[in-house]
């Protein structure tokens, strides 16, 4: 329930000239697991074109994990993926 405390104001980034929210944001926003919403969002990729979604460069990936709490960095297998807001809908119709 913190999650629900934060403001999404807090959860949005610059990347790529877009304002994207990153993968766990949004899963914890939903109260989800962060693997099942990546999960829902590969079974049903063709609703997730490039300017939806986006997996980060391992380059933007450390250059973000400066501005962001200690507590997001650690144990991720995998680069984040940032949705743009269209992408943050379709992320939760899944």
């Keep these: 329930m913190d999650s629900l405390?934060?403001?999404?104001q807090n959860m949005i980034y610059k990347i790529r000239r877009q304002k994207v929210m990153l993968d766990f944001d949004l899963a914890a926003m939903y109260q989800v697991e962060t693997k099942n919403l990546n999960l829902s969002v590969?079974?049903?990729?063709?609703?997730?074109?490039?300017?939806?979604?986006?997996?980060?460069?391992?380059?933007e990936w450390e250059s973000l994990r400066l501005q962001i709490e200690t507590s997001k960095r650690g144990g991720r297998r995998y680069l984040p993926y940032?949705?743009?807001?269209q992408g943050c809908r379709d992320a939760v119709r899944n």
């Design 5 to 8: 405390l934060i403001p999404i």
């Design 42 to 59: 590969k079974r049903n990729i063709k609703r997730f074109p490039p300017d939806f979604m986006f997996q980060l460069t391992s380059e």
């Design 82 to 85: 940032a949705f743009t807001e």
